[in-house]
T-cell receptor, first 111, second 115 residues
Framework: RKEVEQDPGPFNVPEGATVAFNCTYS??????FFWYRQDCRKEPKLLMS???SGNEDGRFTAQLNRASQYISLLIRDSKLSDSATYLC????????????FGKGTRLSVIA | GAVVSQHPSRVICKSGTSVKIECRSL??????MFWYRQFPKKSLMLMAT?????????EQGVEKDKFLINHASLTLSTLTVTSAHPEDSSFYIC???????????FGPGTRLLVL
């Protein structure tokens, strides 16, 4: 089983649509969870951290279910500029452990 | 957010030469830096973890003698691809973080093309 698994995509949605990405992780010792965004031929950039209580940042809402080892990202009112690859990322556990990346889900928002 | 730079942003070299890539944390001291590689349409793969003043920890399958990592200061880590071959052509990205709970911040990446 892969450490971090995501919907493969691609997701092609019209502007204004709501889209949800799912992610599962295998390491129950993981302590930190993130969604990163990566544009074509660019480095990943932090979109938001994910907290157990769920958190929202504008049009973006992230949820974490530790029992199910499941993470989600909801994007409301999609914009053309949201087109990118969204990476689900978890750390390896306590201490100075590296991040583990999912393969990413490609989103294309169409006018 | 924190700023991480990489240099060069792009390099083309002949097979057999060595290439050095620098990663700098510009506005914070990075206790740990990570080196990743990403092939086209593939996910980021961690190559090694670099702690200042100590030897890097390499991931399985990454040759430490081929990919030399030096983390001489809290703001600089270098990756040297020795005797580069065409199959080493990839997008190399570093990241840095301040403490073990801190978010990782990525450099802009270096595109390496080995002819």
């Amino acid at each position: 089983r892969k450490e971090v698994e995501q919907d493969p995509g691609p997701f092609n949605v019209p502007e204004g649509a709501t889209v949800a990405f799912n992610c599962t992780y295998s390491n129950s010792a993981s302590q930190s969870f993130f969604w990163y965004r990566q544009d074509c031929r660019k480095e990943p950039k932090l979109l938001m951290s994910v907290y157990s209580s769920g958190n929202e940042d504008g049009r973006f809402t992230a949820q974490l279910n530790r029992a199910s080892q499941y993470i989600s990202l909801l994007i409301r009112d999609s914009k053309l500029s949201d087109s990118a690859t969204y990476l689900c990322v978890v750390n390896g556990g306590l201490g100075n452990t590296p991040l583990v990346f999912g393969k990413g889900t490609r989103l294309s928002v169409i006018a | 957010g924190a700023v991480v730079s990489q240099h060069p942003s792009r390099v083309i070299c002949k097979s057999g030469t060595s290439v050095k890539i620098e990663c700098r944390s510009l506005d914070f001291q990075a206790t740990t830096m990570f080196w990743y590689r990403q092939f086209p349409k593939k996910s980021l793969m961690l190559m090694a973890t670099s702690n200042e003043g100590s030897k890097a920890t390499y991931e399985q399958g990454v040759e430490k003698d081929k990919f030399l990592i030096n983390h001489a200061s809290l703001t600089l880590s270098t990756l040297t691809v020795t005797s580069a071959h065409p199959e080493d052509s990839s997008f190399y990205i570093c990241s840095a973080k301040r403490g073990y709970k801190e978010t990782q911040y990525f450099g802009p990446g270096t595109r390496l093309l080995v002819l």
